[in-house]
């Protein structure tokens, strides 16, 4: 065996982080990741139990896999050379890792790129195509990459060394450097890819660990079972004791159950030059060989248990968020579709309730405006009707024009009748739709269409004034009159003229007479003619007072008979969207009370599901249970 791939001292103290336990073990993790695998299947998470079946068959292989991790410069490179005591790994400033290099053993030193191949789709495992190369085209292959080849299909690279430390059954992997703003996803990535089942994590020794570091290590300590934590260029630190043990620190307070140990390559490979087995004592090497050797030694019985553990965690993790969640849905109760009815419907009763308030009061509202407007609009109309009328009778003598005068009035009192009520019959069309508005949009499908009898008969209902009984003038009436009207002036001017020597009865009292005969009969027609104007005023008074009583009445009558049809017609209206509204709250109210039952089912029986992976993250807690240890503090290295 090559000393320097062993290391020329050992740690005395057992280095597995590990605690044995009884030889039925193997069979406990097993069992656990296969119920937790049944589990998953069962919640429908497929993806899950695919991942558990891969990380079954992962534990079981003997070989160890650790990954190498670490940011740029950290000395990863130089690390696995120094272990291997083989330039696997181009180390420097120069060097640009693309992909992750996975170093196992081979009878004869051999590389191979490892693409995905074209036909297959991206995936967790993808199919593999190895391209074989000659080892020392590999650096240049992997830090300028390849023309024929894209990065983006390229895997990883694989070297073969024949050493015996690899042979025990150790595979190396040295992951690229990662975008550190959020390395976690990436590591995970690329350890899923080359199949880890631990990680070596690097950093130097010249400072304490790193915010961003100790959170990709608490992330990795959930995942990775045996996290060893490597210090590096310790020969380059002379404080690094006081590094180790403020990052043993820092590890406990984050509780990450990492190992830590302090390296020094350098001196590692300056020790295997010149062969001094003190120097590479002093290196830290040994203390790292051992552990590794112990590790995969114990993968079955330790690791493998321990990541077992982890792993079912990890997913009955994942199982218990989903149905914590699920539960606390189901709690709050949310808004199920039958809540939203039941609102709905609750809302549609409030609503319903004011509305048959409110077009209960538009209604009579509507009512007494239109009363009162109809009213006033049939007085106006009939008043110019009197104002005209006076008018034509103030000139004409009723006695002789009143025919026409009839007609006229007859006509007049028509038109009014028919304007009045045609205005009625908008102003009701117009209350119906202003009494429709105050239902919701869509409830009124229809107002009632009807005429009443009156409206269309309007005018018939108006009757002719018959010509009144006026004073007339007759012959008799005239010679009366004049004959009295005569004798004052026959009288008065026969008395004077008497006076003169004439006699009572002369010509010039004749005269007299005769003037104050005709003035009595023409002061008489006057006077007969403005009795007969002041009855026919009258009457035309009386007829005009009598055809707006009856209109009147006739047009409160259509309006209340309008009140009667539509109060029916919206009382009935209400009442089907009562009945409509009531139904569904009914209908709403039960699918509520179907699904509070089938809610109030669904979080027994999401809480007795979680009981149970309650008892299988026990079981996992108890296997993945791991004691990390720190390494006794080593005497400084030698400049």
């Given at each position: 065996?090559?000393?320097?791939?062993?290391?020329?001292?050992?740690?005395?103290?057992?280095?597995?982080?590990?605690?044995?336990?009884?030889?039925?073990?193997?069979?406990?993790?097993?069992?656990?990741?296969?119920?937790?695998?049944?589990?998953?299947?069962?919640?429908?998470?497929?993806?899950?139990?695919?991942?558990?079946?891969?990380?079954?068959?992962?534990?079981?292989?003997?070989?160890?896999?650790?990954?190498?991790?670490?940011?740029?410069?950290?000395?990863?490179?130089?690390l696995i050379n120094a272990l291997l005591n083989a330039t696997v790994c181009p180390a420097g400033d120069g060097a640009r890792r693309r992909v992750a290099t996975v170093v196992r053993h081979a009878a004869a030193p051999s590389a191979h790129l490892v693409r995905r191949q074209p036909a297959q789709p991206h995936g967790d495992e993808p199919a593999e195509d190895r391209l074989p190369l000659p080892v020392e085209r590999l650096a240049e292959r992997l830090d300028t990459g390849d023309d024929h080849h894209p990065p983006g299909e390229l895997l990883y690279a694989e070297v073969g060394l024949p050493r015996e430390l690899l042979a025990g059954g150790l595979t190396l992997i040295e992951?690229?450097?990662?975008?550190?703003?959020?390395?976690?996803?990436?590591?995970?990535?690329?350890?899923?890819?080359?199949?880890?089942?631990?990680?070596?994590?690097?950093?130097?020794?010249?400072?304490?660990?790193?915010?961003?570091?100790?959170?990709?290590?608490?992330?990795?300590?959930?995942?990775?079972?045996?996290?060893?934590?490597?210090?590096?260029?310790?020969?380059?630190?002379?404080?690094?004791?006081?590094?180790?043990?403020?990052?043993?620190?820092?590890?406990?307070?984050?509780?990450?159950?990492?190992?830590?140990?302090?390296?020094?390559?350098?001196?590692?490979?300056?020790?295997?030059?010149?062969?001094?087995?003190?120097?590479?004592?002093?290196?830290?090497?040994?203390?790292?060989?051992?552990?590794?050797?112990?590790?995969?030694?114990?993968?079955?019985?330790?690791?493998?248990?321990?990541?077992?553990?982890?792993?079912?965690?990890?997913?009955?993790?994942?199982?218990?968020?989903?149905?914590?969640?699920?539960?606390?849905?189901?709690?709050?109760?949310?808004?199920?579709?039958?809540?939203?009815?039941?609102?709905?419907?609750?809302?549609?009763?409030?609503?319903?309730?004011?509305?048959?308030?409110?077009?209960?009061?538009?209604?009579?509202?509507?009512?007494?405006?239109?009363?009162?407007?109809?009213?006033?609009?049939?007085?106006?109309?009939?008043?110019?009707?009197?104002?005209?009328?006076?008018?034509?009778?103030?000139?004409?003598?009723?006695?002789?024009?009143?025919?026409?005068?009839?007609?006229?009035?007859?006509?007049?009192?028509?038109?009014?009748?028919?304007?009045?009520?045609?205005?009625?019959?908008?102003?009701?069309?117009?209350?119906?739709?202003?009494?429709?508005?105050?239902?919701?949009?869509?409830?009124?499908?229809?107002?009632?269409?009807?005429?009443?009898?009156?409206?269309?008969?309007?005018?018939?209902?108006?009757?002719?004034?018959?010509?009144?009984?006026?004073?007339?003038?007759?012959?008799?009436?005239?010679?009366?009159?004049?004959?009295?009207?005569?004798?004052?002036?026959?009288?008065?001017?026969?008395?004077?003229?008497?006076?003169?020597?004439?006699?009572?009865?002369?010509?010039?009292?004749?005269?007299?007479?005769?003037?104050?005969?005709?003035?009595?009969?023409?002061?008489?027609?006057?006077?007969?003619?403005?009795?007969?104007?002041?009855?026919?005023?009258?009457?035309?008074?009386?007829?005009?007072?009598?055809?707006?009583?009856?209109?009147?009445?006739?047009?409160?009558?259509?309006?209340?008979?309008?009140?009667?049809?539509?109060?029916?017609?919206?009382?009935?209206?209400?009442?089907?969207?009562?009945?409509?509204?009531?139904?569904?709250?009914?209908?709403?109210?039960?699918?509520?009370?179907?699904?509070?039952?089938?809610?109030?089912?669904?979080?027994?029986?999401?809480?007795?599901?979680?009981?149970?992976?309650?008892?299988?993250?026990?079981?996992?807690?108890?296997?993945?249970?791991?004691?990390?240890?720190?390494?006794?503090?080593?005497?400084?290295?030698?400049?």
């Open positions: 065996m090559d000393p320097w791939e062993a290391g020329l001292a050992t740690y005395p103290r057992p280095a597995s982080p590990f605690t044995a336990e009884p030889g039925t073990a193997e069979t406990r993790w097993l069992d656990l990741l296969d119920r937790t695998t049944r589990t998953c299947v069962a919640h429908d998470r497929p993806d899950l139990a695919r991942w558990l079946v891969r990380r079954r068959a992962q534990l079981l292989d003997p070989q160890l896999r650790v990954m190498v991790v670490g940011e740029a410069k950290q000395g990863k490179s130089q992951a690229p450097a990662v975008d550190w703003s959020d390395p976690a996803p990436a590591v995970t990535a690329i350890g899923t890819l080359t199949r880890a089942d631990t990680v070596l994590f690097v950093t130097e020794a010249t400072r304490e660990l790193s915010p961003a570091e100790l959170a990709l290590l608490v992330h990795l300590g959930r995942s990775y079972p045996g996290l060893v934590v490597a210090l590096t260029k310790t020969d380059l630190a002379p404080d690094w004791r006081w590094v180790l043990r403020r990052d043993h620190q820092l590890l406990a307070e984050a509780g990450v159950p990492a190992r830590l140990v302090a390296l020094s390559a350098t001196l590692r490979l300056h020790a295997a030059r010149t062969g001094d087995q003190a120097l590479n004592a002093e290196s830290g090497f040994p203390h790292l060989v051992t552990h590794l050797r112990r590790t995969v030694a114990g993968k079955s019985e330790q690791l493998a248990r321990v990541g077992a553990g982890l792993v079912t965690r990890s997913a009955l993790e994942d199982l218990a968020a989903a149905l914590r969640d699920e539960l606390a849905a189901e709690r709050r109760g949310g808004t199920s579709d039958a809540m939203s009815r039941l609102h709905d419907a609750q809302r549609g009763l409030e609503q319903l309730r004011s509305c048959t308030t409110r077009w209960q009061y538009a209604l009579a509202d509507e009512v007494a405006d239109l009363v009162s407007d109809i009213e006033y609009d049939l007085r106006e109309r009939t008043r110019a009707i009197l104002r005209k009328a006076d008018e034509n009778l103030d000139e004409a003598d009723p006695g002789r024009s009143w025919r026409p005068f009839e007609e006229w009035l007859d006509g007049s009192l028509r038109d009014v009748a028919e304007a009045n009520f045609g205005w009625l019959a908008e102003r009701i069309e117009s209350m119906a739709d202003r009494v429709a508005q105050e239902f919701p949009d869509g409830a009124v499908d229809y107002l009632p269409q009807w005429t009443p009898a009156l409206l269309r008969d309007a005018p018939d209902r108006v009757d002719r004034l018959g010509k009144p009984a006026v004073d007339r003038l007759s012959l008799s009436q005239k010679v009366f009159t004049g004959l009295r009207g005569s004798y004052g002036g026959v009288l008065m001017f026969g008395l004077a003229t008497g006076l003169a020597g004439m006699p009572l009865i002369n010509p010039l009292s004749l005269g007299a007479g005769a003037l104050f005969a005709g003035k009595s009969i023409r002061d008489e027609s006057r006077s007969t003619l403005k009795r007969r104007q002041a009855t026919a005023k009258a009457a035309v008074q009386r007829h005009v007072d009598d055809v707006f009583a009856r209109l009147n009445k006739d047009a409160k009558d259509v309006i209340r008979q309008a009140q009667r049809v539509l109060r029916t017609h919206f009382t009935d209206l209400t009442e089907e969207l009562q009945q409509a509204v009531v139904e569904s709250a009914r209908t709403a109210k039960q699918a509520v009370d179907n699904d509070a039952a089938v809610r109030e089912h669904r979080t027994r029986r999401i809480q007795r599901e979680l009981v149970s992976l309650s008892g299988l993250y026990k079981q996992a807690t108890a296997l993945s249970v791991a004691r990390p240890a720190l390494v006794p503090a080593q005497r400084p290295p030698s400049a």
